[in-house]
């Protein structure tokens, strides 16, 4: 049987050392400073709604639904030009083209990267990929302007495009989120186990086979997570489309054509001088709103599905 | 004198076999040899949860005064987080949750008002990988007075006192603002010691120190161990039995048992006594079975 | 689990060693061209923006460039240059122009902007990596929170500093100050992020020695973890502000413009090099676009020189635990 010795001072007491806890006051200010910074984060998440919503409220009281929802601006409407849609049939069109260039190049880098490049190809190979995600945007959109639209697009391809147009602006969008959908989709490549490829190997399958028919699909959430987090960048860049992307609303569906996006009006117009308080002023954060809500949505489900794959494996 | 009957009371007669019992039924069935005459800890019905898993079932053992008392036993029974929650390292999981007591010279070191940076200061630990700061060899020793606000007259002296204490003054007394990541493994371990030592601890908390080194290193780690002894009580986790038969005064076996549901291991403690009663009469079978390495 | 993995590929390289004959049929070496291709066209496109932007700005590699502001030159220099090239006075401005407003104001911003978000960005890590209990709800709804505000449109932070400026109660537009805090709110998330990364990275044994020795987990944070940390933290900063410096966006809703002076604080009015640039490459007249393609170089050479210092930093400093 067990001798459980009852609690209480021990066989040789000593001195009893104190255990008690100190206060330490500088520790706790310290601890709360550090959180307030964290909070931060929360606060300018709050902060960027509220800031946008008040404005918006009052455009929504100056403005019908119906007129804001709608695929024309009225007759009418003066200075004002409140049709959204058309804008967020800009951003869309842009976005495709965009996604169209990104996805399958974005996609062919990281199985490179994942499949085939050695371990240290890979510690080269990949910063130089990111390197694309580096080069500001106002950068891009002069090179859209500059030599795709007049040289690559006109002279070379031979398409009678604008001078601003949606195709050189998501083609050169396209190209600045290859890393973003590069990187997310070697991450979830490289996280299908090593099993499944030998299955696969070990029945005969070569590499190619074994990386699309196997790899491919069973990383395919993290690929959904990757071209949705690609997405959300594209619809939210501005200074690509501000430049590249037209400065007129249009609902054509040919990207020749200049096309004016929600972050391009929003960028347009507020370099403009619009009297805080007028329906114009507080229409940018009526679409910037809507900007937000969009991408906010996206970023979700992007988060929600890495999570997801990070478990599964 | 206050020596305590040795009442170990053997439980091999007409016991059930082991797997039908429950684990409290079994807890209550581990025999406690010889207990120390002087102690400076002890646990009582002491229980380790993480989460839901209950990882350490009902031990109550008595550390000796300046001796050297090793925790032994297959890997997953749960010697390892009983040494964490002697100094409350434990603390520091995420999810773990521990009941019954720990005294140390009668406080409860898991009592409210305790506070845990105050109980590592007085209870040192030495880990199984060496993991010197990256430091100066001299900063390394230094920072522990340092940060717990000793008073100290000379830190250098006292860095060397500490270096001496874990026998590597000679080694490193020319290169002291040099790197530690520079010694070797065995070097780095002993200066690990040594800074744990600078603090004045009273209670020393090895977990497997010398599973990393070599048979040379670990042999003047045991060494020094020894010599330590005076100044110090020391308990020691190792997977190495002849470790423990060499250098330990008291010896507690562990086993781990599965749940029948959910397979999960919980330890418990098997047999306590003198090192040298335990290996050359264990009371209870599977000590004897795992000393004679037919298991673990 | 590691010993598992690399018998994996142990089967596996020993699998393709002797399936080569099959991984290249023609269908193969088509598939393994096209990602081939895939990799190396973001370096095409670049090595062609480069070339394209270097030999349209080419005419403007000249001391003007620094030393102007926008579209300004000095009386007795219009005319010596107008009968030297036999250009019309008028026109002249626009081939001097030049972008020391933007280059010195660009500086100011990132500084501004380094003061605010870092301090502010390893704060936030420090307790979300070091203290918080991610387990609780709070702390992992700041988790998801941050991955999202690293992703929100740049231009939309512009919104909130021009409210921030408005609450405030900064009468004047387009000052330091705006422009700062519309950057620092754009790279805070990828501050924190990268931080956090460089925390991690810093192996447990070291904060469990410190703890062990009944230092407070403050002390443990001050005196091991961050120092260790800095490397990979400076990396990220760094990394974080050469973002900054070529952001436009945001800088348009704080309302950045034109200026023919250099600022001396953190409320005079100031112009950034992206804010020129862009104002600059939708204008018709070709000089100015010759400029703007100079003004891109030299933006380029700056955030190059950004990433090259981070790397530098991660190479020389980086310790493989």
Not at chain 1, 178 to 198: H, K, N, W
Not at chain 1, 303 to 312: E, G, L, N, T
Not at chain 2, 78 to 102: F, H, Q, W, Y
Not at chain 2, 167 to 188: F, H, M, N, P, T
Request: charged share 15%; net charge neutral.
């Amino acid at each position: 049987m067990t001798v459980v010795k009852e609690p209480g001072p021990p066989l040789g007491a000593g001195p009893a050392p104190v255990l008690t806890a100190r206060s330490r006051p500088g520790e706790t200010v310290i601890k709360a400073l550090l959180r307030t910074a964290a909070l931060l984060s929360v606060a300018i998440t709050i902060g960027i709604i509220l800031a946008v919503l008040q404005p918006a409220i009052d455009f929504f009281r100056q403005v019908p639904l119906s007129d804001f929802l709608a695929m024309s601006d009225p007759a009418e409407s003066g200075e004002l030009k409140p049709a959204v849609l058309p804008l967020l049939w800009g951003t869309a069109l842009t976005t495709i083209v965009a996604l169209l260039v990104a996805v399958p190049i974005g996609l062919a880098a990281a199985m490179y990267l994942s499949e085939y490049a050695s371990k240290r190809a890979r510690k080269w190979l990949k910063p130089t990929v990111e390197l694309l995600a580096g080069v500001p945007s106002v950068v891009y959109g002069f090179f859209a302007l500059s030599f795709v639209t007049p040289t690559l697009l006109n002279d070379i391809l031979q398409l009678k495009v604008s001078l601003t147009n949606s195709l050189a602006a998501g083609l050169v969008l396209g190209v600045m989120i290859i890393p973003t959908i590069a990187s997310l989709s070697e991450d979830s490549f490289s996280a299908v186990p090593m099993a499944l490829r030998q299955g696969s190997l070990a029945m005969g399958a070569n590499r190619m086979q074994t990386t699309v028919r196997v790899v491919l699909p069973a990383a395919l959430s993290g690929v959904a997570a990757a071209v949705v987090l690609g997405l959300s960048r594209a619809v939210g860049e501005t200074m690509i489309v501000a430049l590249a992307g037209g400065s007129a609303k249009s609902t054509s569906v040919d990207p020749t054509e200049g096309h004016q996006t929600m972050t391009a009006f929003i960028a347009q117009t507020a370099a403009g001088e619009n009297p805080p308080g007028s329906a114009e002023y507080n229409m940018l954060f009526a679409v910037a709103l809507l900007l937000f809500v969009i991408t906010f949505v996206m970023n979700m489900i992007s988060i929600r599905i890495v999570r997801r794959f990070r478990q599964a494996y | 004198m206050s020596t305590q009957p040795a009442t170990a009371t053997s439980s091999t007669e007409g016991e059930p076999s082991a797997l039908s019992l429950s684990i409290d039924e079994e807890a209550k069935h581990s025999v406690i040899g010889e207990v120390p005459a002087e102690s400076v800890m002890e646990t009582f019905h002491l229980n380790v949860f993480y989460g839901d898993f209950h990882a350490v079932h009902d031990v109550n053992l008595t550390f000796g005064k300046n001796e050297i008392t090793a925790l032994i036993g297959p890997s997953g029974c749960g010697k390892s987080t009983v040494l964490r929650c002697l100094n409350r390292m434990n603390d520091l999981v995420p999810g773990a949750r521990v009941e019954g007591e720990i005294n140390y010279h009668g406080q409860n070191i898991y009592g409210p008002k305790v506070d845990p940076i105050a109980v590592r200061q007085h209870i040192g630990m030495v880990f199984q990988k060496p993991n010197p700061f990256p430091k100066s060899i001299y900063d390394n020793i230094a920072y522990g007075p340092r940060v717990i606000g000793m008073k100290v007259d000379n830190m250098d002296d006292l860095v060397e006192e500490a270096l001496r204490g874990a026998a590597l003054w000679d080694e490193v007394k020319d290169k002291l603002k040099q790197s530690a990541y520079g010694l070797s493994g065995g070097q780095q371990q002993r200066l690990c010691i040594a800074r744990t030592i600078a603090t004045k601890p009273d209670v020393i908390l090895m977990d497997e120190p010398c599973s990393a080194l070599d048979p040379i290193a670990t042999a003047k780690i045991e060494d020094l161990m020894l010599q330590m002894r005076k100044d110090f009580t020391i308990i020691i986790v190792t997977h190495n039995m002849q470790q423990a038969a060499r250098v330990s005064d008291r010896t507690a076996f562990f086993t781990a048992k599965p749940d029948e549901t959910t397979g999960n291991r919980t330890g418990l403690l098997v047999e306590f006594d003198r090192t040298k009663q335990l290996f050359s009469n264990p009371a209870d079978k599977r000590t004897e079975d795992y000393i004679s390495g037919r298991f673990g | 689990m590691s010993t598992a993995t690399t018998t994996a590929r142990a089967v596996t390289t020993s699998t393709i060693a002797t399936g080569k004959s099959k991984d290249r049929n023609l269908a193969s070496l088509i598939f393994l061209g096209v990602l081939w291709f895939s990799l190396f066209f973001g370096v095409v496109v670049l090595l062609a923006l480069i070339i394209d932007t270097a030999i349209e700005g080419s005419g403007r590699f000249d001391h003007y460039l620094f030393t102007d502001y926008e579209k300004s030159i000095a009386h007795e220099q219009a005319q010596k240059f107008s009968e030297l090239r036999g250009i019309p006075v008028e026109d002249l401005s626009n081939h001097f122009t030049g972008f020391r407003g933007g280059i010195l104001g660009s500086l100011w911003l990132m500084i501004t902007t380094a003061l605010l978000a870092i301090p502010l960005g390893i704060a936030a890590a420090t307790y979300l990596e070091e203290f918080a209990d991610s387990s609780t709800w709070y702390n992992r709804m700041i988790e998801v929170n941050l991955q999202n505000l690293a992703a929100v449109p740049s231009i939309i932070y512009g919104m909130l500093a021009a409210a921030i400026m408005g609450l405030m109660g900064f009468q004047f537009k387009g000052i330091v100050i705006g422009g700062a805090i519309a950057l620092a709110l754009l790279i805070l998330p990828v501050v924190i992020i990268t931080t956090r990364e460089a925390l991690r990275a810093v192996p447990q044994d070291i904060r469990q020695g410190s703890l062990a020795l009944g230092a407070t987990v403050w002390q443990t944070t001050r005196r091991q973890t961050l120092p260790s940390a800095i490397p990979g933290i400076a990396t990220g900063t760094i990394l974080g502000l050469s973002r900054a410096i070529g952001e436009a966006a945001p800088l348009i809703m704080v309302g950045l413009a034109a200026v023919q002076w250099d600022p001396t604080g953190f409320t005079s009015k100031v112009e950034a090099l992206p804010m020129q640039i862009f104002r600059m490459a939708s204008s018709p007249q070709e000089a100015v676009q010759e400029a703007a393609s100079a003004g891109i170089i030299v933006l380029l050479a700056m955030i190059l020189g950004m990433n090259a210092i981070a790397i530098i930093i991660r190479n020389k400093f980086q310790r493989s635990w």
